[in-house]
């Protein structure tokens, strides 16, 4: 991560194409579009490359979270279980569609914690939202056992882990919905974008009108379309997904350099007796977008973060101390800051947040230190970078 380092000749020629024809809108235009449909191209590669039968291209991964809850029926009042270890992007893609997040804690894989979820269903719950967070998975087979004990729907926010896999299948394949985002950051990038993928063709349709107005997208006449159902706009647009057609071709490469990146730094660490590395979930296999590693308290992991930044290391984060990926300096979603008003229901429904405190995720996340692993460092940079890593840690112990 992020694809927007290895940019080139194949991004610019597939963006050109698009240029050369003037339509950057996705749907509609047939003559004048000179036979591209980038958009429509993209959502075929992707599921080859998710293994899902059906891809539906959106704007964004916060988009595409709140358009896969949609199209499975989440709505007002419902709850959505999420974890407190995640992207703000989570509650938001929940709340939009007046529905209320709860969230509980996660374990040592960074994931949804299985007997907190558990702890946590009321007959409101209508679905569990799992967050692959950097790079890896939460234990799916314990989530999906109390998934189908409560009969609960599973979105599967893959955002940041495009490229790990589960027992042979895809992140984001797993659960009845996934999610995936291309925003700029991201391990392949639009530069703005997102996708739903599932294997249902109900849920593919929903979410087909519903990013675009509600239109059934039957004919080849716009203007002539109905509207089933009530939608808005979560279109992506043909410039956006040509660059996301370049960059889905070089995921492969992509994901080679982030391993190979990934092993020579975790290796040098895993010769440090106190440290210790996320849980992977037997049948796992991490994307190695990132490397996470816990230290044996907090005041250790904020030590090396600090010594980290003064070293010249940087995207390392001890993510207790961020404002946008944990629980912890939620402020806004705690104290309600809405610039509108919000329903009672959500209002009442999101109390619990007033007092609630999340020792078991603090007790991960304290600890813990993620690092983004970059595609652009050369071979000697990142054995410099892992040796300097290295030596960062050992000080900061010894002292
Ligand atoms: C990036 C991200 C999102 C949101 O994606 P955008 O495309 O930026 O809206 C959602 N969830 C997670 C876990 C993310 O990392």
Redesign the pocket.
């Known amino acids: 991560m992020p694809g927007f380092e290895l940019f080139g000749d194949l991004e610019r020629k597939e963006v050109n194409d698009v240029l050369d024809n003037g339509v950057i809108m996705r749907y509609g235009f047939d003559g004048m579009r000179k036979g591209h449909w980038k958009a429509k191209e993209l959502e075929r590669e992707l599921q080859d490359t998710f293994q899902s039968k059906h891809v539906q291209l959106v704007s964004?991964?916060?988009?595409?979270?709140s358009v896969a809850l949609a199209s499975a029926g989440v709505g007002a009042g419902d709850e959505v279980i999420m974890p407190t270890f995640?992207?703000v992007?989570?509650f938001e893609a929940i709340m939009i569609l007046g529905a209320i997040p709860v969230l509980v804690d996660i374990d040592d894989t960074l994931g949804l914690n299985p007997e907190a979820i558990a702890k946590a269903v009321t007959p409101k719950t209508k679905a569990i939202m799992v967050?692959?967070?950097c790079g890896s998975m939460a234990n799916m087979e314990a989530i999906q056992n109390v998934a189908n004990t409560h009969n609960l729907l599973v979105v599967e926010?893959a955002?940041?882990a495009i490229g790990g896999t589960y027992k042979g299948k895809p992140l984001g394949s797993i659960g009845d919905l996934g999610?995936f985002?291309?925003?700029f950051?991201?391990t392949i990038t639009c530069g703005?974008?997102?996708a739903v993928v599932t294997n249902s063709k109900d849920y593919y349709v929903n979410a087909d009108h519903y990013s675009d107005h509600g239109h059934d997208h039957i004919g080849n006449d716009r203007g002539a379309e109905t509207h089933p159902f009530l939608g808005y706009n979560f279109r992506i647009s043909e410039l956006h997904a040509a660059v996301g057609l370049a960059q889905v071709k070089r995921l492969p490469e992509f994901l080679a350099i982030q391993k190979k990146n990934f092993n020579i730094i975790r290796e040098a660490l895993s010769e440090i007796p106190e440290v210790t590395f996320r849980t992977v979930p037997e049948g796992g296999e991490e994307s190695c977008a990132f490397l996470n590693f816990f230290l044996p308290d907090s005041e250790t992991a904020t030590k090396v973060s600090k010594a980290f930044t003064e070293g010249g290391i940087d995207a390392c984060w001890n993510y207790y101390n961020n404002n946008w990926h944990y629980i912890r300096r939620w402020e806004h979603l705690k104290e309600l800051k809405s610039l509108f008003p919000i329903s009672k229901e959500v209002k009442e429904g999101l109390k619990y947040l007033e007092t609630k405190t999340f020792e078991i995720s603090d007790h991960y996340i304290a600890r813990n230190i993620s690092c983004l692993i970059k595609l652009s460092w050369t071979e000697k940079e990142v054995i410099a970078r892992a040796e300097k890593m290295a030596d960062i840690i050992k000080r900061v112990l010894n002292k």
């Open positions: 964004s991964g916060t988009a595409a979270v995640t992207f992007a989570s967050v692959q967070m926010d955002c940041q999610c985002s291309f925003d950051v991201k703005e974008g997102g």
